[in-house]
């Protein structure tokens, strides 16, 4: 069998070192410049002639910086004769770019993923990506993980006996059922209209949450005004407890600043680490869980040819 190597580029090196003590596999070194002209270089430090690479880049703020790096870093392994080129992507910011719902404009998620295909990516590794049709953009194999059993993990040492699954709006509600029913629990949504990138308005509650426990799930929170509208609803209508969850917490502009203002009507918010958390964005009430176990058991699933849809027996 071929070697594994593992690469990260400079947007969340943590993270793919975490990956690499799970495999019990050194990440391999990479040395990033920048020309006087300020293009970027990219020089991969460890031989990959013939192996299977895997490059962990998830696409953060400075996201273009992130995705020119990425796509040279794959073009590097290429270069190099790897035998095959896996791109870990665990938050792929371009996917809220899905669609073309204004007059000359770009869908860019589908850019993006022809860019990835045409710089080397053989392979696409990602996580709960925004739309799911996004996944159909990609033209090389591409495995969508999801964190739903990652969180459920978390909340099963809770009294869940008087709590409900709550979706900020009818979109994310498939993926809210499943969550519930890896808990065992109802669900209700919110009636949700956008009226801006940073503003939403929740008109209704579909479903009971009066007197319970609610755990609001989404993919992403990015400046949490749809979050926090929904907080408030599901306040009002008399919810006992409330926790938030949501895979990628990128707590964008004002996100941090509203949760805090929001004090003691959010007992709880959970994240996982697809992207770093800087120390100013943590809150005391916040806690990251890790996905990386489950990224490194879909690499090695991946390079020992084995089925990457066993990560999701339990009911997902």
């Given at each position: 069998m071929r070697d594994i190597t593992i690469f990260?580029?400079?947007a969340h090196p943590e993270l793919a070192a975490e990956i690499c003590q799970h495999l019990s596999t050194p990440l391999a070194p990479v040395n990033v410049t920048r020309f006087s002209n300020d293009c970027l270089q990219v020089q991969l430090q460890s031989n990959c002639r013939e192996e299977d690479v895997f490059i962990v880049q998830?696409?953060?703020p400075p996201v273009q910086e992130h995705v020119m790096e990425l796509l040279l870093m794959l073009d590097a392994a290429r270069g190099a004769s790897a035998a095959?080129?896996?791109a870990v992507i665990p938050h792929y910011a371009y996917a809220r770019s899905d669609k073309k719902d204004a007059?000359?404009?770009?869908?860019?998620?589908?850019?993006v993923a022809d860019l990835l295909s045409t710089a080397g990516a053989d392979r696409v590794l990602t996580m709960a990506l925004h739309a799911p049709q996004v996944h159909g953009f990609f033209s090389v194999p591409t495995d969508h993980l999801n964190a739903l059993n990652v969180i459920a993990d978390h909340f099963r040492s809770y009294d869940l006996s008087n709590a409900v699954v709550v979706s900020p709006d009818l979109g994310n509600a498939k993926q809210a059922t499943k969550f519930a029913h890896l808990l065992g629990l109802p669900v209700a949504a919110g009636s949700?209209?956008?009226m801006a990138d940073d503003k939403v308005k929740v008109d209704m509650i579909v479903g009971d949450v009066k007197g319970k426990d609610a755990i609001v799930l989404d993919d992403e929170i990015a400046t949490g005004g749809s979050m926090i509208e929904i907080v408030e609803k599901i306040a009002e209508a008399g919810a006992r407890r409330i926790?938030?969850?949501c895979t990628h917490g990128l707590f964008?502009?004002?996100?941090?600043?509203r949760f805090r203002a929001a004090g003691d009507r959010i007992d709880e918010i959970i994240t996982t680490n697809t992207v770093p958390l800087t120390p100013e964005k943590m809150l005391p009430n916040m806690t990251v869980l890790s996905i990386a176990p489950l990224l490194a058991s879909a690499i090695h699933n991946i390079h020992c040819g084995?089925?990457?849809s066993q990560l999701f027996v339990h009911g997902v």
């Open positions: 990260s580029g400079s998830p696409l953060t095959r080129i896996t007059p000359r404009i770009s869908i860019g998620g589908r850019l949700k209209r956008r926790s938030i969850a964008s502009g004002p996100a941090i600043d084995e089925s990457v």
